[in-house]
């Protein structure tokens, strides 16, 4: 199943917009609260310049590039986690994702009401933050006691791992704030994974901005103790980004030019999100397609081989590895085993972001 990001905010902050404009896909988008309520899923190309030059050495037939979903979630408001404007409902759509991007608004337009009634970003990603924090509470509060219960009845190292991680959790998710950056074993991770926590998951911020607050950076003003936190921000101007999606390349660079940009705040996005996943992406090119893998960061090569058939991870032999941009320049897999670029690794080789691979395999 493809990795999904769950785009959330407060109902009139652009969310459906980002979704529209991602997807190219029209869903409704009306200046009142709740009109989106089943979550739109779509899918989109991780952007990467590299494909389509190994593309041209190896004269592929194909391009084939990585992807992503994003899940448009209804706007959630102060009192979700408690059921108010059907939070419950959206709040099981989100569980059901991998990562949030979560919308703040930035810019300021009468036309569009704010359902707070002022521009306040850093306030409306308090306000969402609590919402998953509570909604995370009541869900250890409850696991936490079913776990002692059985507890009782004898003792099992597992129950007891779980146990030792929500009190670890529940202490924080009380003051409303997350624990995705808190520090966990290996053990507590596995035990907490299965219960789908809400602010277990990474979450970056896309940053509504009008297209002056885009070119001369002053967004960042209404966020300083957001940027201060080093949490990851990615500014879109979801107006510019609705027209660039119905230009053609050519006059979207152009235009990206013209404001100073050198890639679209959608494509920005999307790579943060693939990064805040923990993604990385290696590559395979050859006559008949070039194209991009997914695999978590630190994986070995047998998994990596594992992405393209499931067969190839156990019968994995060796693969043949060189960077990308030696693939390139040398003219691909020949020209690297002349120069000396080509390295034979083993199963234990980390396969790196960038990797142009080729998998030796017993069938």
């Known amino acids: 199943m493809p990795l999904q990001i769950a785009i959330v905010g407060l109902p009139n902050v652009g969310k459906s917009t980002l979704f ?3 997807t190219k896909s029209a869903v409704d988008c ?3 609260p709740f009109c989106t309520i089943d979550p739109n899923v779509g899918v989109v190309e991780v952007p990467d310049h590299r494909l389509e030059k190994l593309a041209k050495v190896s004269k592929s037939q194909k391009v084939i590039p990585t992807t992503i979903e994003f899940v448009d979630i209804a706007g959630l408001v102060k009192g979700a986690s408690e059921g108010q404007g059907l939070g419950n409902k ?6 059901e994702c991998d990562a949030i991007a979560q919308v703040l608004r930035v810019f300021a337009d009468d036309d569009v009401t704010h359902v707070e009634g002022s521009i306040d970003p850093e306030r409306d990603a308090e306000i969402i933050g609590m919402e998953l924090a509570f909604a995370d509470l009541d869900t250890v509060d409850k696991r936490l006691e079913s776990a002692r219960k059985q507890l009782k009845a004898g003792s099992i190292r597992e129950v007891e791992i779980l146990i030792r991680a929500l009190e670890k959790a529940k202490p924080l998710l009380e003051e409303g704030k997350p624990i995705r950056d808190l520090t966990w074993t290996d053990d507590e991770w596995k035990e907490l994974k299965s219960l789908q926590l809400l602010t277990l998951k990474p979450m970056l911020y896309a940053v509504n901005v009008s297209e002056g607050q885009l070119q001369d950076g002053s967004w960042k003003d209404r966020v300083p103790n957001l940027s201060a936190s080093g949490v990851t921000l990615v500014p879109v101007c979801m107006k510019m980004e609705a027209e660039l999606s119905a230009m053609a390349d050519e006059e979207k660079a152009e235009y990206l030019e013209s404001l100073r940009q050198e890639e679209s705040g959608l ?8 990064e805040i996943l923990g993604l990385i992406t290696f590559l395979t090119s050859g006559e008949k397609e070039t194209r991009a893998w997914t695999v978590m960061k630190g994986s070995p090569a047998p998994v990596a081989a594992g992405r393209i058939h499931t067969d190839f991870e156990k019968g994995f032999i060796r693969a043949e590895v060189c960077r990308w941009e030696d693939f390139v320049e040398l003219g691909g897999d020949a020209g690297c085993r002349d120069a000396g670029k080509l390295r034979i690794e083993g199963k234990d080789y980390i396969v790196q972001d960038g990797d142009t691979c080729f998998f030796r395999v017993s069938t």
């Open 30 to 32: 009306a200046n009142f």
């Open 20 to 22: 529209s404009a991602i």
């Open 267 to 274: 494509d920005r996005l999307i790579k943060a999100g693939y």
């Open 90 to 95: 959206f709040l099981a759509n989100i569980r």
